[in-house]
């Protein structure tokens, strides 16, 4: 690879780190789709991220460990183990067309349910999916996201919403699962073959820009109001989910 296309893949693994160093979530809904657009293979995208995601977590999960809901956590995991594997089989299946439109098409959706969250919050005056068998099925979906595409963390969001945890424990549950499901997640690409030389070697590279993102991001969620900048984020992902959906000569 030459070193403009090594240098934008750092780049792209920085700001994805960034986005979820300040948000507590996103940096595979933004990093899939800009690696997405460089000439590397989608399954050398799929792992570096789950690589980047890792050392993400591992730096972040601390600061909020006393705020996890424990018995959630656990039941997240136990299905996230069991949607895995059908992930990885999508992967390895899935033509890389089919793979990028189904991609676009996901961000689309996310977006757009990201943008209009609020208003559905609002009509809310009670958390839903009260029964504790509700978690089972987000956390599989997490596990075939997480697997497919790195996208682990959507639907344990969507249910977070749903069941209206406080910020506090949103956040420490959802980086916590980031943890344990990356773990899962890197280890399932291990073993399915898909860690490769040139991985290995952007790992390496981008380790620098995800301690600088880290870093960068606690001191900007600490210091700025990241609600403001939610819209504007959302909105990006719809582009870049559009983005997905355009024809490639």
Do not use: C
Not at 118 to 144: C, E, M, N, Q
């Amino acid at each position: 690879m030459s070193v403009t296309i090594i240098t934008l893949v750092v780049v792209a693994v920085f700001i994805g780190a960034l986005m979820r160093t300040v948000f507590g979530f996103g940096e595979a809904i933004v990093s899939m789709p800009l690696l997405a657009l460089l000439p590397i293979p989608i399954h050398t995208s799929v792992s570096l991220i789950g690589l980047a995601g890792l050392t993400v977590a591992s730096l972040t999960v601390v600061s909020g460990w006393r705020h996890i809901e424990r018995p959630i956590l656990i039941r997240l995991a136990l299905s996230t183990v069991i949607g895995i594997p059908v992930g990885l089989v999508m992967l390895y299946l899935a033509p890389a067309s089919v793979i990028m439109t189904g991609l676009g098409i996901f961000l689309i959706i996310y977006g757009v349910y990201s943008v209009i969250k609020k208003r559905i919050v609002k009509t809310i005056d009670h958390p839903l999916l009260k029964a504790k068998g509700w978690v089972y099925p987000f956390g599989f979906a997490s596990g075939v996201l997480g697997g497919a595409y790195n996208f682990n963390g959507v639907p344990v969001v969507i249910y977070g919403t749903l069941r209206q945890w406080n910020p506090d424990r949103f956040r420490g549950t959802l980086q916590a699962h980031f943890l344990i499901s990356g773990v899962l997640v890197v280890t399932g690409h291990a073993i399915g073959g898909l860690w490769t030389v040139d991985v290995l070697v952007l790992y390496g590279y981008s380790i620098p820009a995800i301690l600088l993102a880290t870093v960068l991001g606690v001191y900007v969620n600490k210091r700025i109001p990241a609600k403001k900048f939610e819209s504007y984020l959302f909105l990006i992902i719809i582009l870049l989910g559009v983005l997905m959906l355009v024809p490639r000569g």
